[in-house]
């Protein structure tokens, strides 16, 4: 077995002896510590794939194939580039820190359980490079989160667990026709039914079964990531899940959208990609723009990371689709560095949650006066979040919006309101949260060392990415100029793509 | 030896019988006289304990005896036999292996709950028996009435087991309900039949394949109108929109544990003889049956997942989840190829052995409650998941199977009927089943939120809850053990096949139909 199916394998038979653990009643915790070991293997194992990892050499690396089930010619094919690499390196460390996250649970069992399961999933998502294998862990993966949301979450937490189900769902069923579509266009060409991915980019497809099908790929794509107008589940789900479930689906969940629309649209629907392109574009700067403004007239903080969210990942669509070295690059090292703040904005709002019971800044005032040191945390993570430069939010931000510059110059200029709009709703409600005198306040206790501990290597990481981001940039590079040629090396089928001769003019 | 020779003097000429050809019908035949034999033979006291290892052993013989076939079939032991009226194939010796995993698991799940009601009598197990050989004759039938006298052997046998409960008020309606309905839609099988003899000459489905491929038919009323009867008889036997009406009334009406046996192998026998039906008889035909298919496939798939919605009674929640998958089922047959066929019969086994373990779940939920084997609403599962963790887990697997959750055969069998219809270029049906399957998720979802939550809308409905559980009669718990060991089984299959599909895939494969 190779380190990618060990990454796969370690957190499933773990999920899967969870429900056997028995333990007397004062020594359940236990449990809570067999989950943590897991999850620190996990990111062992992930580390070691990092150190081993070839950055000069492009294409998969890590590969194992074996038959799976003959009669639909479907493999266990995995496989990691660039991208998988640091998107794997998120999950371990988000999984570790979830982990230790979660608090005032009966019986861990089932968290632990279902986090396991969950980090199983995503890991098998980001290193299949099976379509069928594909699918099976990107749906497996909402079983896990929708037990995290119903089971241990707040408020309305039922209908908001539903709601996020059925509408995933429903995209990944479109996704699921395409894929089958796909493999039996291949089929009939070829007659080599197969679900792998390498063989699978070399099918001709007219151009109105590529438009369909880019379609049918991105349903499911755009709805996880989430990209307007398919977004209204991710508010209520975020508000609604529980801290650690939330680092999760903010941080984790949603980068399986953006990867997905990477490694599969453009990979397979190259010209179809290019062609339209300026629909994802506008999209996403919409999704920016909106994402900003109903941000800056949310009162609750969960909320406006949310929506704030919704924003921030309309960026990395951006980037994607500007098709340059340095947008696709800059929309990978966003993903993780979106990865890092988001999970840190949510813990933070953890801890506000639990001393206060309320997210609404409205309630909230006064915080900085009683915690500083919480504080200037918060302010930390806040800043990152906006852009600053020297914090990690910067560097991808500022390489998306170069790239998009290049080829698409109005959406960059559109997009950077988003930029400004994202520091204005950030601050006020930072402002008024934090600073807002507010008299006869309840007390408010300044951060403990175990809840600093917790958030510590996420703003290391936050810092520390922003000032030296070369580790990372550099294993991401050759994969994000090998996806971008290829996209722009594909002949257009037909007439689909004449439409956009400038654009291609404009890159060479 | 009288007999004989009164035969003999007859003018009729008896076809030489090949008992290998019918050797599972006679096992579990004689299973069932066995059972009675005994009971008859033993005196006053019942022995409940030999009646299940008799049927257990008959099931478990006849499974075995159809894999042997299925080994066979594979060459050119694949016969026709008893005149050409029944049919010794890969496809029945499947369907075989598939009605004894239902029969196993009946046999498991089913008898703790009757036996409180009805006593230790050997009943349950004999109408069980009986039931499981109606509908092997239905997916050995080569003929029209062969498969009528199969799906009346199974109806009646139904009826019965549906009707345990008399005294109850619901019970009896879904008893009535299902058996004229269920009479009707014989009859109007029956009429099909006579249409379709009338237009080609022959019950015989090979004789009628025989006929339409030789000759054009220049008006062609007739046949059309018996192709609908028939298929408005298998529709009702189905459950497919529009012929659906009685399902849910029934399902809820029966006792629980009978209600997945009945939903499974019904289906199983329905769904064998419509494919042999459509397929050898009036394969040239396809043009013509093909558009009613795929219609009550959509009206089924869509409606049955629309209908669930709106339900707040589990086991009608299950009727309708049980109409999409009939439609699912349907849109297999709809596409026709021989691997949509294999296909289909992998939904078939999947959905069968799926379906049974659910209701079996649900047996053992109402038993823990206390409360007898009717109907059951959501509100009853509430806080389940707190009381009984290991129950509701399971059963929360069990129904997310049934939504097509990852790693369940759930899975695969909607995928391979996607596959099947993808195949033949029908992208946007598959589209729709896929739309439909994601409508149906919201109401599985449903049953597993109703387990997992509601410790805090159950104080508000605290009262509801308390008068619901007052209301039911009082019936002391049983040790459900042997209904655990199916429950298990049936987890256990749908799990690891689904994770490791080959094997079943391979077999399904190997039934080819013959003709």
Known sequence: MGYLDWLIAVPAVGALAVPFISLPEERRNLVRGFGLAISLVELVLAAVVGIKFNPHATGYQFVTNVHWIGSFGVSWFLGADGITLVLILLTALLFVIAMFAMKGVKDFRAYVGWMLL???ACMGSFTSLDLFAFFVFFELTLIPSYFLIADFGMGASGRAAVKFFVYTFAGSALLLVGIVSLVFIHDSETHHLTFSLPALMNTHLSGTTQLLLFLAFTAAFAVKTPIFPFHTWSPDAYRA?????????????????SYGIIRFDLELFPSTARSLAWLMLTLAVIGILYGAVVAAGERDLGRLVAYSSLSHMGFIVLGIFAFTTEGMSGSILQMVNHGIYTAALFLFLGMIYERRGTLDVGKLGGLQKRAPIFAAMFMLVVMASVGLPGLNGFVGEFLILLGTFITHRWWAVAAVAGVVASAVYMLWAYQRAFHRSQADAPPFGE?????????APLLALIVLLGVYPAPLLSRIGPTASSVVQHVLAAKAPGAAAASLPAVVKGVK | MIFANVLSQLPIALPAISYRAVAPELVLFGGALLILLVSATTGRKEHPGLYRAIALAAAVVEGGFSGYQLYLAQGAKASLAVAGSIAYDGFSAFA???????????????PGFVQRIAGDGPEYLVLVL??????????????????????????????????YRIGDGLAREAAFKYFILGGFSSAIFLYGTALVYGATGSTNLA????????NVLVHNGVLLFGLALLLLGFGFKVSAVPFHLWSPDVYQGAPTSVTGYMAAMAKVGAFAALIRVFDVAFGSQITLWRPIVVGLAILSMLFGALFALRQRELKKILAYSSINHAGFILLGVYAGTAAAISNTLFYLVAYAVIVVGTFGLVSIIQDSLGVVEGSCSLDQLRGLARSRPALATVTAIMVLAQAGAPFTTGFLAKFSIIVSVVEIREYWIAVVAMISAAIAVAFYLRIVLAMFRGEQEQEVEGERVLAIQGAATEIPGRRPALAWIGVSLSLLFTIGFGV???PLLDLAARAHIIG
């Not at chain 1, 951060?447 to 958030?455: D, F, W, Y």
């Not at chain 2, 075989?96 to 089913?110: F, R």
Request: glycine share 10%.
């Open chain 1, 241 to 257: 899940a529980p801290i650690p479930a939330v680092v999760m689906l903010a941080g984790v969940m949603a980068k399986l959208g």
């Open chain 2, 130 to 163: 009986v039931s499981a050989m109606g509908a092997l004759v239905m997916a050995q039938g080569e003929d029209l009435i062969v498969i009528f006298i199969g799906l009346e052997i199974l109806s009646i046998a139904l009826y019965v087991l549906v009707g």
């Open chain 1, 447 to 455: 951060i403990r060392l175990k809840e600093a501990l917790l958030v």
């Open chain 2, 96 to 110: 075989g292996i598939v009605v004894a995993a239902v029969l196993i698991l009946g046999i498991l799940i089913g």
């Open chain 1, 118 to 120: 969950l980090e199983a």
């Open chain 2, 207 to 214: 004789k009628i394949a025989n006929f339409l491929s030789v």
């Open chain 2, 500 to 502: 490791f599909p080959q």
